[in-house]
């Protein structure tokens, strides 16, 4: 089901197109041969970026206990540190639903939609909560309250630490359509989903404080309205690089000019003039929403050279890399190999490497093997083969 009177204009050069949108895609000049599905590049190059700032956030974190004997709470530069490379998820966030909408514009199908949803986010997180769960609790199903403790797990993404983000991805694959119909296929404008989205997310964030009082806001999704708006936003609009790329420069100052704003705030708790939960929230949303409209606008050129191979190769498993690091944060965390790492002159940098190395390489072992690529949405119980076509004649 189309949604009508959406009129999407081709896109030009330079704006960022989704897989679907590769012309080389739109025709089949042999009709008993699919088109090999082309990647987007730019995409990929977005996603290395937000997976590797996920290891190094969290290696980091780590890391300073490990290598530093102290903890980035404990120490204003550290902290200010782990503070500037905080910024991940809510990118990660803003790309997911930019691509969501996208596909959405295109074809209002809810149906496929909702199978695509659910054998690309749903799964992974089960399976992959379900195995977390198991290893930090054995095999517990004994009692109703075991049972329970895993539902609650479920719910709010606590099998393990880095998992409430599938959770809040899962909310976003929920409202994007719902927010779509509602405005009948059209265009979102960018600053006004702007404007409305820090409104609405400095609501949320005094409602939480006199009303909702949740326990973990970060694993509900309208603790990201604005990244979530302005995914639908910049989705929706096929021209949307072009258009940001005419205030490319003013999005490098604001963002640059919000990262120091969250930085002082967020720091300011060391210098006695401690930033409120509202003016250190506030800037975080602000910072990372303009950081990712500047990333969305740049990925087709930037970066460039061996950087861009980086990101690209390990932006296109950074699903897997997602879901496994945190387990092989904890293999490489054990006494024997931490003490070899605090032998290595820039130990920390080889930790990270490590994590790094070792992720990238499981998650592209792991999406070759037939259970992987099931768990991942891509095996044959989700890939049906289509009919051969019958030639005329």
Not at 34 to 41: A, F, I, L
Not at 56 to 67: D, E, I, M, T, Y
Not at 104 to 130: C, E, H, N, Q
Not at 198 to 223: D, H, K, M
């Amino acid at each position: 089901m189309a949604i009508k009177g959406l009129a999407l204009r081709a896109p030009t050069r330079g704006t960022i197109l989704s897989t679907q949108d590769d012309p080389r895609n739109m025709t089949n000049p042999d009709p008993s041969q699919t088109p090999k599905v082309q990647r987007n590049e730019a995409i990929d190059v977005l996603k290395g970026i937000g997976i590797t700032f996920v290891l190094l956030n969290h290696c980091f974190a780590r890391g300073s206990r490990k290598f530093l004997g102290m903890s980035v709470e404990d120490d204003p530069i550290l902290y200010a540190i782990n503070r500037a490379i905080h910024f991940a998820v809510p990118v990660f966030l803003f790309i997911s639903c930019a691509l969501l909408a996208r596909s959405l514009a295109k074809r209002f199908d809810i149906g496929k939609y909702a199978k695509s949803r659910a054998r690309k986010t749903l799964v992974p997180y089960l399976v992959a909560s379900l195995l977390y769960f198991l290893w930090a609790n054995g095999n517990p199903f004994t009692t109703a309250w075991d049972w329970q403790r895993l539902g609650v797990n479920l719910l709010t993404g606590k099998s393990s630490f880095h998992l409430y983000f599938t959770v809040v991805l899962l909310q976003a694959g929920v409202a994007i359509p719902f927010l779509i119909s509602l405005s009948n296929g059209k265009k979102w404008s960018i600053p006004v989903a702007f404007g409305a989205g820090i409104a609405a997310q400095l609501a949320v964030y005094a409602a939480q404080r006199a009303f909702f009082g949740w326990q973990n806001p970060g694993s509900v999704l309208l603790w990201y309205i604005l990244p979530l708006v302005l995914g639908i936003a910049v989705g929706m609009d096929t021209e949307s690089t072009v258009k940001l790329r005419k205030y490319l420069p003013h999005l490098g100052v604001a963002t640059l000019a919000g990262l120091l704003v969250y930085v002082w705030v967020s720091v300011g708790k060391f210098f006695e003039h401690p930033g409120t939960s509202d003016q250190i929230n506030g800037s975080y949303a602000i910072f990372t929403a303009t950081l990712s409209l500047f990333l969305w606008t740049i990925a087709q050129e930037w970066p460039k050279g061996i950087a861009r191979q980086y990101f690209n190769a390990i932006g296109k498993v950074s699903l897997p890399v997602f879901l496994v690091h945190p387990f092989v944060m904890s293999l490489a965390g054990g006494p024997r190999l931490t003490n070899i790492f605090l032998a290595i002159p820039g130990g920390w940098i080889f930790y990270f490497l490590t994590i790094v190395s070792v992720s990238y390489g499981f998650a592209v072992a792991f999406s070759k093997l037939g259970v992987g690529r099931w768990v991942l949405g891509q095996g044959p119980l989700f890939n049906r083969m289509k009919p051969a076509a019958v030639k005329a004649g």
